[in-house]
């Protein structure tokens, strides 16, 4: 039986993770202070690191408790702290400066700002395939291909790309249960530029997606539904929450059940 061994939301998106024993999963199926901050710029328009490098050098710890960031440049030991909504010019200035052009700072505490606003549950990826894909490269750790690929939950306890069980067909949906939460598998996620580049300095890897492609084409596990696969820069698994599941939590040490057969995703 698989079970969740780690467990992160990102309160700012795009920037760095944090690491929670236990998540609410709040409206339109999402975890409680996931994606909960965006930055836009003067059109509205996100502000992340498929756009832009300088984002990936930007470090960042948030305290949910105290709704307060820290946050310094990559390499730099001064950091300065604000409350996220009481100093909100004040972040926002920051991040200006250190992407180079003005910055918006918005919220959304029901549902955040997802990547997939189809299938805007938790994602999930094992710690199997984290360790298994990190070693298709030289110099690149377990934590580090985590912090490339940036999912919320990480399933220990089962094989190597265990999670391709869960999606089938476009049209469908594979149901299966967190703990007390039932999510529904969507489909494999389709990546970014973002894997291919070092998460501290924003610089590319040589050869990342071109090894990636070619080493997931040929692992991928039977059980995987290859409907999907146009191309193979796919990898993790979207998810959704029936309604139901709503307020909800998933907590680290909960078990993860068998998939149930797909269904329509109707």
């Not at 836009?40 to 305290?63: F, M, T």
Request: with cysteine; net charge negative.
């Amino acid at each position: 039986m698989g079970h969740v061994e780690a467990l992160y939301v990102h309160p700012i998106k795009s920037l760095d993770p944090v690491a929670v024993e236990s998540a609410r999963i709040v409206t339109n199926g999402g975890l409680d202070w996931d994606r909960r901050y965006v930055m836009l710029d003067e059109d509205g328009e996100y502000v992340n690191g498929k756009r832009e490098q300088a984002v990936h050098r930007i470090r960042s710890r948030v305290d949910r408790d105290a709704a307060t960031v820290t946050l310094r440049q990559q390499g730099e030991d001064e950091s300065r702290e604000f409350h996220l909504d009481d100093d909100r010019a004040a972040v926002e200035s920051w991040l200006g400066d250190a992407i180079g052009y003005p910055i918006d700072l918005a919220r959304d505490d029901e549902g955040g700002f997802p990547d997939d606003t189809d299938a805007s549950g938790p994602t999930v990826i094992t710690a199997g395939t984290l360790e298994r894909v990190a070693s298709w490269y030289d110099g690149i750790a377990p934590g580090e291909m985590r912090r490339r690929l940036r999912p919320n939950v990480v399933i220990g306890g089962v094989e190597p790309f265990w999670e391709d069980h869960l999606y089938e067909a476009p049209g469908s949906v594979v149901p299966f249960e967190v703990g007390d939460a039932r999510l529904h598998g969507v489909n494999p996620c389709q990546r970014c530029i973002v894997p291919t580049r070092d998460p501290d300095t924003g610089e590319s890897t040589a050869g990342f997606q071109e090894t990636f492609m070619e080493r997931r084409r040929d692992t991928l596990p039977e059980w995987a539904s290859e409907a999907w696969y146009d191309h193979y820069f796919r990898l993790m698994v979207n998810t959704r929450v029936p309604e139901p599941s709503w307020g909800e939590r998933i907590a680290v040490g909960d078990e993860i059940s068998e998939p149930l057969p797909a269904t329509s995703a109707e």
